[in-house]
């Protein structure tokens, strides 16, 4: 990275994972841009980060919203003229009744996909201009170790216990591969795209998990701040948790 103030724009971040990423953002001296699709929530976090001695600025960002994005990117463009880091952590679980094997309700998987992985598509797309003007880019995706084809095959590990679901763990593991796609196309210009698995987290979003989590939203935002600031030793098109490199 140059000397200047390191832009990183994380969606979904005025709350859980999200949120401890752009706080931890913050502490690192980066100028965090705390997406949001309430952008008074947003605001709200921005100032809570600003508080603490950091720098943030809300952003309305409705994934699902093409033309929001577009005008997220407009907006960034105007006033920072690129991007350093771009964090796809807004996700939904989607109503879980919707996703059941022999009772699928479309519309419902439909929501998760709009969300989980088209919409990362689209602020990817609309990003990559900005992305292109930093000296080291870098994109993390907030994936799910229930992506995990390994994982969740495996009768000794805890996901393979996870009720089946056709929408969440199945968005999931298409944005793995999306992850690959990105990186191998933008590998040449220096722009590194990786996915993580950050962990069930004691947060709002893992609260109609069928098990209790310990692991703090600040737990599941380390492996993203991680990928997010590695130098030239950065990986790149790969699948990471606390531990290392996540089985496909």
Not at 36 to 47: I, S, V, Y
């Amino acid at each position: 990275m140059s000397d200047e103030a390191t832009i990183a724009l994380v969606t979904g971040a005025n709350k859980g994972i999200g949120r401890a990423v752009a706080e931890r953002f913050a502490q690192l001296g980066m100028t965090v841009l705390v997406g949001a699709r309430d952008l008074a929530k947003g605001a709200e976090a921005a100032a809570g980060i600003r508080a603490a001695g950091g720098v943030a600025h809300p952003i309305a960002l409705d994934v699902t919203d093409p033309r929001g994005v577009t005008a997220a990117a407009e907006e960034i463009t105007g006033r920072f003229g690129r991007l350093d880091v771009l964090v796809n952590n807004a996700g939904i679980a989607g109503e879980l009744g919707a996703q059941s094997p022999g009772s699928t309700q479309l519309d419902g998987v439909r929501a998760v996909f709009e969300t989980n992985l088209f919409g990362v598509v689209t602020v990817i797309e609309a990003a990559l201009p900005l992305l292109r003007r930093s000296f080291a880019a870098r994109i993390v995706n907030v994936s799910s170790g229930t992506a995990s084809m390994t994982w969740t095959t495996d009768a000794t590990c805890y996901l393979s216990r996870i009720p089946a679901a056709v929408g969440y763990p199945v968005s999931k593991a298409a944005l793995n591969m999306l992850t690959v796609q990105y990186a191998k196309a933008l590998s040449r210009e220096g722009i590194l795209v990786n996915a993580v698995a950050p962990g069930a987290c004691a947060t709002d979003f893992a609260k109609g998990l069928p098990y209790r989590s310990t692991r703090t939203a600040a737990d599941g935002a380390a492996i993203v701040v991680r990928l997010a600031t590695l130098g030239r030793e950065c990986p790149t098109g790969g699948f990471f948790d606390d531990n290392g490199k996540v089985p496909w």
